[in-house]
Each structure stands twice: as C-alpha cells, then as structure tokens.
C-alpha cells in the first residue's frame, strides 16, 4: 500500500486531460482540484477498504477503515491495484460533478463496473479440500445408474 494521494491525483488529471504540454498536473488549472481531492480521497478509500488486500487481517467486531489521508504525500491506504485502477475514476468524478456532469457520469460509471469486476477477486491462496468421511467419486455415482 504505497500509492500517494499525488500518484491518485496524477492519474485522475490524466484521466481529465488536465496534464499540461509538460506533463503536469500540479497547475494553477488543477488547483481548484487539488483543493478537493484529500476530502474526497478519503471518503473513497472508505467505499474500497474491503475490498483492499489489507481489509482481512482486523480484530473481530471492529468495522476497519484505513488511516485518514492528511497530505498529498500519504499513502491512499488500500492495496495499488485498487488505489491506482480504481480510485482515480470515483476522484474525477467526484472533481468534475459540477463543471461537466457528463463527464462525471462517465468517470462514475467506470469507477462502478471495475469496483464491480474486480473488487471482490482479490487474490488469495488455494488449499486442497480433504474429504473428511471418505472418498466418494461423483463419476462412480453416475456410472452405476446406466
């Protein structure tokens, strides 16, 4: 968990076209952004904790949230697969919620069907299954009923 609040930042004003022909986004055009963003980043990285990589190790009876983002340099607090896929497209939504409604739309959407599709496939380990009461093979069931 070591994407910043910047890194999401960046990739929402690249999602927003607002990288200037340097490549920036810190700009006195994406000031006014840069004003919102911690607000709003924490109140996503409440939406996509459990869903995050470090949501399954918490004490029993104790709703989780990650650490409140203070500074732009603060770790977003999920796993990078959601703060760098995920994140920046409910940030440029909610950024862009008044200026260009259909672009918020846009963004809104796709924030919903990737947190659909991959949020609950976080990975995890396999272990094979022993058959406590013996070994019972489903082909043997239907060979005996021909």
């Known amino acids: 968990m070591a994407t910043t609040a910047q890194t999401v930042f960046d ?49 029993s009876g104790i709703r989780p949230i990650s650490t409140v983002i203070t500074a732009l340099t603060d770790s977003v607090g999920v796993d990078d697969f959601l703060a760098q896929t995920i994140m920046p497209y409910g940030l440029a939504a909610h950024l862009l919620l008044d200026e260009n409604p259909t672009a918020a739309g846009f963004f809104q959407q796709r924030y919903d069907e990737l947190l659909a599709k991959y949020g609950k496939n976080t990975p995890s380990d396999f272990a094979d299954i022993t058959q406590t009461y013996g070994g019972f093979d489903v082909g043997d069931y239907y060979e005996d009923e021909e």
Do not use: H, P, W
């Open 11 to 59: 990739y929402a004003m690249g999602l927003m076209d607002e990288v200037n022909s340097a490549g920036e986004t810190d700009t006195a055009a994406t000031a006014s952004y840069k004003v919102k963003t911690l607000f709003i980043l924490n109140i996503l990285r409440g939406e996509l904790y459990q869903y995050s990589d470090g949501y399954l190790s918490v004490t």
